[in-house]
């Protein structure tokens, strides 16, 4: 099983500041990853796959980079909607063995 | 506009059964995987099982195979989630996933099921 490790485990920034939240794979999954948002009592929502690939309606202020086993999602000027919870996930071997980082929390400062 | 409508969710005992049930609308069912995935209260999100579009072919996690059945019936647009021989573990919000333009793209809001005596 592809192990999904992700830091910090909560992140404190300001509002209008940016964040970098990293993830990292126990193994290469090539650029097979995603990122989800998930607000309390929402499901989560799709902001990124392929690694770098915005999903519809997602703004530019997200973007995320990366490759093999390192990955970031960084979130330019933060607005009040944007503290939530940021899971990433691998499907490498997609449709088996799909597993997902332990979610970093954007708090706010 | 996809919708997803999970149900079934309820308090059941250690060792019993629920069947899940997903409604969908708003795209064509039968052309796209479907997936189950699950949050523990509090917790992370894990990854239950896959059925492919026609639903001949199913996944599951290790946590759960042998224990859970996905299935589908296109005819009706609804997915499902047989889960037997609960566990406390099993305590989760259940949500239905649809993968269209990428994986994962579309979720329901769950269904909260409770395993305890």
């Known amino acids: 099983e592809i192990v999904m490790t992700q830091s910090p485990a909560t992140l404190s920034v300001s509002p209008g500041d940016g964040a970098t939240l990293s993830c990292r794979a126990s193994q290469s999954v090539r650029s097979n990853l995603a990122w989800f948002q998930q607000k309390p009592g929402q499901a989560p929502r799709l902001l990124i796959y392929?690694?770098?690939t915005r999903a519809a309606g997602i703004p530019a202020t997200f973007s995320g980079s990366g490759s093999g086993t390192e990955f970031t999602l960084t979130i330019s000027s933060l607005q009040s909607e944007d503290f939530a919870v940021y899971y990433c996930?691998?499907?490498?071997?997609?449709?088996?063995?799909?597993?997902f980082g332990q979610g970093t929390r954007l708090e706010i400062k | 506009e996809v919708q997803l409508l999970e149900s079934g969710g309820a308090l059941e005992q250690p060792g019993g059964s629920l069947r899940l049930s997903c409604a969908a609308s708003g795209f064509t069912f039968s052309k796209y995987a479907m997936s189950w995935v699950r949050q523990p209260p509090g917790k992370g999100l894990e990854w239950v099982s896959t059925i492919s579009n026609s639903g001949a072919a199913t996944y599951y996690a290790d946590s759960v195979q042998g224990r859970i059945t996905v299935s589908r019936d296109n005819s009706k647009n609804t997915l499902y989630l047989q889960m037997n021989s609960l566990r406390a573990e099993d305590t989760a919000v259940y949500y239905c996933v649809v993968s269209t333009v990428t994986y994962f793209d579309h979720w329901g809001q769950g269904t909260l099921v409770t395993v305890s005596s």
């Open positions: 996930q691998q499907y490498n071997n997609w449709p088996r063995k799909i597993t």
């Open positions: 392929g690694a770098s």
